[in-house]
């Protein structure tokens, strides 16, 4: 790097974010991420912006409790985690309660809350290039998968897809398990395939098979968790995202 380099490095228009990257990762480890032919999506905070549908159906399951939650934003860090875990981590139920208000959030969510939903801000376009360069796009998500096919079909996204993936409603629910059935379910080999996520629970899930992960800003985790569980890249916004990808 010379002087003129170095200058554009430190006072140019670089934001930290790109600086991070460029010193943790490397040009070496960004080509290789480029080669990866298949690209596994979370759903929930990385395609879709998820917020009010979730929220409200967790309001909704905790008031079956009396359980009163007056500020949506209390309730978000219940979007990316597995559910049952989250009602056990956030408001202390046991196994058996978990159970049940991971029930009475699926009234409402089933019925209302699966579509208070909107699609990132240059996904599309994101998705389209990617396909027009032949990159394999799939959906590993925690959320089931009845639910993520209806919502990727809804905003009509499946004809980015070659494969949704989400648990079902009573297993597979962690993400390493999601996204090892993913991988098995269409022959691909670790080696060939990154995770793109914006939550620790990608981050882990994809290092526990191998893969690496792309950590999204632009969505529920913040830059904190997502460097404290070692994404192997991080993007703060979707055109930064395709086209490190590309």
């Known amino acids: 790097m010379n002087l003129i380099d170095l200058f554009y490095y430190f006072f140019g228009n670089k934001t930290l974010i790109d600086r991070m990257n460029d010193v943790r990762i490397g040009l070496v480890y960004r080509r290789m991420i480029m080669k990866q032919k298949y690209i596994l999506f979370d759903l929930d905070g990385t395609l879709t912006d998820p917020m009010m549908g979730i929220t409200k159906s967790v309001r909704y399951a905790l008031n079956y409790y009396g359980i009163e939650v007056n500020d ?5 860090p219940f979007i990316g985690p597995p559910l049952r875990d989250s009602f056990r981590d ?4 046991d196994e058996v309660k978990a159970n049940e208000a991971v029930i009475k959030y699926r009234e409402y969510f089933s019925t209302k809350g699966i579509f208070d939903n909107k699609v990132y801000d240059g996904i599309v376009d994101c998705l389209t290039a990617l396909k027009e360069n032949g990159k394999v796009l799939l ?3 925690s959320k089931p998968e ?3 096919k209806q919502i990727i079909d809804h905003f009509d996204l499946a004809q980015y897809f070659d494969f949704v993936g ?4 009573n297993s597979r629910e962690k993400k390493a398990e999601v996204i ?3 991988l098995e379910k269409n022959k691909i080999l670790a080696a060939d395939a990154i995770m793109v996520g914006d939550r620790k629970h990608d981050i882990i899930g994809a290092h526990e098979n191998n893969l690496p992960c792309v950590g999204v800003i632009y969505g529920y985790g913040s830059l904190e968790e997502l460097m404290e569980n070692q994404a ?3 993007v703060d916004t979707v055109a930064k995202l395709t086209d490190l990808l590309l």
Do not use: Q
């Open 90 to 93: 956030f408001y202390g139920f």
């Open 180 to 182: 090892n059935y993913v």
């Open 232 to 234: 192997d890249y991080l």
């Open 146 to 148: 009845k639910f993520a």
């Open 139 to 141: 959906v590993a998500t």
């Open 166 to 169: 989400g648990s079902e409603f």
């Open 72 to 76: 949506l934003n209390d309730l978000l």
